[in-house]
């Protein structure tokens, strides 16, 4: 039996272990199997529940023919002892069943999550391309519990099977025709309510993804309610969010119409079979064919029906719910990291060589990059990386407003095929010769693991996560307090400090809501000096500070590195002096190298320059 928390083991060398996201069934299908000892167990008890249904029109109606009619009364006792047995065994397994189901529950809820953790992990930089944000907050919370509500319902359906079995063989025994009648009608009816699933389906898709797109478009604005308030975008942004939330409502109510209509086709389905099974056994008894005891079971099997039945059609839009949930599960799940990699290592201070740009990193060195177009050297720091393009390509197409039937399947195999396609593109992007090599080994020829560890990348898109102040700088919690401070101080990050309550323990908000763009930026870069890596490779780190704590940076900042490799894209003067050479990128490649003060003779570099000179001022 699983504990709590649940231990998932994924994405280890054991293929039992992965989950199987060759279609969404195979992914339901691989949930039930992780946890087949609670969906055994769970079945079990479904089936014990079932009992008192079950076998109390049976031992009623032998109450009925053998002790009251004939006045035995200790027939009577034994009979209604036997039927009290029952009852209470289906009290105790029905508290078994609850306790089994909520444990289920929160295995494939914490398990889906886990999952989720793992692979935003190891896909890194690659998730922000394959999925928004919001459909990975979507998947992790909506979606785990939809897996919980599937495999609960699947256990009792399979108890209810069983039941269903059980009651249709004492019919046989009884009466061969009423139960012939009830073994043909009840697929049929359950058969009945399948022209309803597709459209159902379709309705459920459609609103789960228009979810997908409010829960990243609150992300969005969250994270930008500060540059949404300097620019005054609140109510665009506001009316935008409402104008979604309305089509997820509309489409709310049509899943519920759908979901409405589901249910009112099995309880009047269940209803019939009902009235038929009461009609035939009246019309039976007065053949002669049935006693009384024997009529009145047959009215108790018939009612005892419909809840077997209602739990099938129950059972119907729980499995159509959790196939569009593992929908989208598994184009989270199903991406690997898009890098061959081989098994050569990287010496502690690596030679690094761009072949599209022509740069050299020599070790030891603080290299500055300067280009007047920002993205040719942003795009240098992730071949650098080796990163992915900093762009994301995940397309979610078209707003989709009421969509259903056919042309929601046709938008969802759109969007599919257009991140197939941004995936493969990936791929044969991280599968070839990188062009970036260390010491002359190409990148691809080296363990991504090694590569990470020795060479560091902090961008402009770097966050930080809700915690401490201490959490913040030191997330790994590997250093020494005195270590962390020197690094807020070489980030010239010491009034934020300063400013929160509680110091190293104050609290920093998630993405650093409560700080300004400043003290955010200079957070990160704090965070990225204590790491030490080999390389550092640091993008614009000073782009939101004023030019009196950039300087302070500046002049900080090479003590700090002196020994290790540093490279700073950048355009500030302020850095530039500081750095031991400059590197001016012109159309993406190096035009010219030299020391700051030897390069200002340059028109090119100085035309660069000299605007962040200008802005400064």
Same mark, same amino acid.
């Given at each position: 039996m699983h504990d709590f928390p649940p231990v998932l083991e994924a994405y280890t060398p054991e293929e039992t272990a992965r989950p199987d996201t060759r279609s969404p069934a195979r992914f339901l299908f691989w949930l039930l199997r992780v946890q087949a000892d609670v969906v055994v167990a769970m079945a079990v008890a479904g089936l014990l529940w079932f009992l008192p249904g079950a076998l109390s029109p049976l031992l009623l109606g032998r109450a009925i023919d053998v002790g009251i009619l004939r006045g035995d009364v200790a027939a009577t006792v034994g009979w209604a002892a036997l039927l009290t047995l029952v009852i209470?065994?289906?009290?105790?397994?029905?508290?078994?069943?609850?306790?089994?189901?909520?444990?289920?529950?929160?295995?494939?809820?914490?398990?889906?999550?886990?999952?989720?953790?793992?692979?935003?992990?190891?896909?890194?930089?690659?998730?922000?391309?394959?999925?928004?944000?919001?459909?990975?907050?979507?998947?992790?919370?909506?979606?785990?519990?939809?897996?919980?509500?599937?495999?609960?319902?699947?256990?009792?359906?399979?108890?209810?099977?069983?039941?269903?079995?059980?009651?249709c063989a004492l019919m046989f025994s009884t009466s061969p025709p009423l139960g012939w009648v009830v073994l043909v009608a009840a697929p049929l009816l359950v058969g009945a309510a399948s022209p309803v699933l597709r459209p159902l389906n379709a309705a459920q898709t459609a609103e789960r993804t228009q979810t997908g797109q409010l829960t990243s478009m609150a992300t969005d604005i969250v994270s930008g309610l500060r540059i949404l308030r300097g620019i005054g975008g609140e109510r665009t942004f506001g009316s935008n969010y409402a104008a979604q939330s309305q089509r997820v409502r509309r489409l709310g109510v049509a899943t519920g119409t759908w979901q409405a209509?589901?249910?009112?086709?099995?309880?009047?389905?269940?209803?019939?079979?009902?009235?038929?099974?009461?009609?035939?056994?009246?019309?039976?008894?007065?053949?002669?064919?049935?006693?009384?005891?024997?009529?009145?079971?047959?009215?108790?099997?018939?009612?005892?029906?419909?809840?077997?039945?209602?739990?099938?059609?129950?059972?119907?839009?729980?499995?159509?719910?959790?196939?569009?949930?593992?929908?989208?599960?598994?184009?989270?799940?199903?991406?690997?990291?898009?890098?061959?990699?081989?098994?050569a290592g990287l010496a502690d201070r690596p030679r690094l060589e761009d072949a599209v740009s022509g740069v050299v990193v020599e070790p030891g060195r603080f290299l500055a990059v300067v280009s007047a177009v920002p993205e040719d050297s942003a795009a240098l720091a992730d071949r650098l990386g080796r990163y992915l393009p900093t762009s994301q390509v995940h397309d979610e197409g078209a707003e989709e407003d009421e969509l259903t039937g056919r042309a929601a399947r046709r938008a969802q195999a759109e969007k599919d095929a257009r991140r197939a396609a941004a995936a493969a593109a990936d791929a044969a992007l991280g599968a070839g010769e990188w062009g970036v090599s260390a010491d002359g080994t190409d990148y691809s020829q080296l363990r991504l693991a090694a590569l990470r560890r020795t060479i560091v990348v902090s961008d402009t898109g770097s966050q930080l996560f809700a915690g401490t102040l201490q959490q913040a700088v030191d997330p790994w919690g590997t250093h020494s307090r005195q270590e962390a401070e020197a690094a807020l101080h070489a980030a010239a990050a010491e009034d934020v400090y300063a400013g929160l309550p509680g110091g190293w323990q104050g609290r920093?908000?998630?993405?650093?809501?409560?700080?300004?763009?400043?003290?955010?930026?200079?957070?990160?870069?704090?965070?990225? &000096?204590?790491?030490?890596? %080999? +390389?550092?490779? !640091? #993008?614009?780190?000073?782009? *939101? $500070?004023?030019?009196?704590?950039?300087?302070?940076?500046?002049?900080?900042?090479?003590?700090?590195?002196?020994?290790?490799?540093?490279?700073?894209?950048?355009?500030?003067?302020?850095? &530039?002096?500081?750095?031991? %050479? +400059?590197?001016? !990128? #012109?159309?993406?490649?190096? *035009? $010219?190298?030299g020391r700051h003060a030897e390069l200002l003779t340059n028109p090119a570099y100085r035309a660069v320059v000299g605007r962040g000179m200008e802005e400064d001022e």
């Amino acid at each position: 039996m699983h504990d709590f928390p649940p231990v998932l083991e994924a994405y280890t060398p054991e293929e039992t272990a992965r989950p199987d996201t060759r279609s969404p069934a195979r992914f339901l299908f691989w949930l039930l199997r992780v946890q087949a000892d609670v969906v055994v167990a769970m079945a079990v008890a479904g089936l014990l529940w079932f009992l008192p249904g079950a076998l109390s029109p049976l031992l009623l109606g032998r109450a009925i023919d053998v002790g009251i009619l004939r006045g035995d009364v200790a027939a009577t006792v034994g009979w209604a002892a036997l039927l009290t047995l029952v009852i209470v065994i289906g009290a105790a397994a029905g508290i078994a069943q609850h306790t089994l189901a909520v444990r289920g529950w929160l295995i494939a809820l914490y398990g889906t999550q886990k999952l989720v953790t793992r692979k935003a992990v190891q896909l890194g930089h690659v998730l922000s391309r394959r999925l928004p944000t919001g459909e990975v907050l979507s998947i992790s919370s909506s979606d785990s519990n939809t897996f919980g509500q599937t495999i609960e319902v699947v256990s009792r359906g399979i108890g209810s099977l069983a039941a269903f079995a059980l009651v249709c063989a004492l019919m046989f025994s009884t009466s061969p025709p009423l139960g012939w009648v009830v073994l043909v009608a009840a697929p049929l009816l359950v058969g009945a309510a399948s022209p309803v699933l597709r459209p159902l389906n379709a309705a459920q898709t459609a609103e789960r993804t228009q979810t997908g797109q409010l829960t990243s478009m609150a992300t969005d604005i969250v994270s930008g309610l500060r540059i949404l308030r300097g620019i005054g975008g609140e109510r665009t942004f506001g009316s935008n969010y409402a104008a979604q939330s309305q089509r997820v409502r509309r489409l709310g109510v049509a899943t519920g119409t759908w979901q409405a209509v589901t249910e009112t086709i099995s309880v009047l389905l269940s209803g019939m079979l009902l009235v038929t099974l009461v009609w035939l056994g009246s019309h039976e008894m007065l053949a002669g064919r049935l006693t009384i005891g024997q009529l009145i079971s047959f009215v108790g099997y018939a009612v005892f029906m419909v809840w077997p039945l209602q739990t099938f059609f129950e059972f119907a839009q729980k499995w159509v719910q959790g196939l569009v949930s593992a929908r989208k599960t598994i184009a989270l799940l199903d991406p690997e990291v898009p890098f061959s990699q081989g098994s050569a290592g990287l010496a502690d201070r690596p030679r690094l060589e761009d072949a599209v740009s022509g740069v050299v990193v020599e070790p030891g060195r603080f290299l500055a990059v300067v280009s007047a177009v920002p993205e040719d050297s942003a795009a240098l720091a992730d071949r650098l990386g080796r990163y992915l393009p900093t762009s994301q390509v995940h397309d979610e197409g078209a707003e989709e407003d009421e969509l259903t039937g056919r042309a929601a399947r046709r938008a969802q195999a759109e969007k599919d095929a257009r991140r197939a396609a941004a995936a493969a593109a990936d791929a044969a992007l991280g599968a070839g010769e990188w062009g970036v090599s260390a010491d002359g080994t190409d990148y691809s020829q080296l363990r991504l693991a090694a590569l990470r560890r020795t060479i560091v990348v902090s961008d402009t898109g770097s966050q930080l996560f809700a915690g401490t102040l201490q959490q913040a700088v030191d997330p790994w919690g590997t250093h020494s307090r005195q270590e962390a401070e020197a690094a807020l101080h070489a980030a010239a990050a010491e009034d934020v400090y300063a400013g929160l309550p509680g110091g190293w323990q104050g609290r920093v908000d998630e993405l650093g809501r409560g700080l300004s763009g400043g003290q955010r930026q200079r957070v990160v870069l704090a965070r990225a &000096l204590l790491l030490d890596p %080999e +390389v550092l490779i !640091l #993008v614009e780190p000073t782009s *939101a $500070v004023d030019a009196h704590t950039e300087a302070t940076i500046a002049e900080r900042l090479v003590p700090k590195r002196r020994g290790r490799t540093t490279v700073v894209m950048t355009a500030s003067p302020l850095v &530039l002096h500081y750095a031991d %050479e +400059v590197v001016l !990128l #012109v159309d993406g490649r190096e *035009a $010219v190298r030299g020391r700051h003060a030897e390069l200002l003779t340059n028109p090119a570099y100085r035309a660069v320059v000299g605007r962040g000179m200008e802005e400064d001022e």
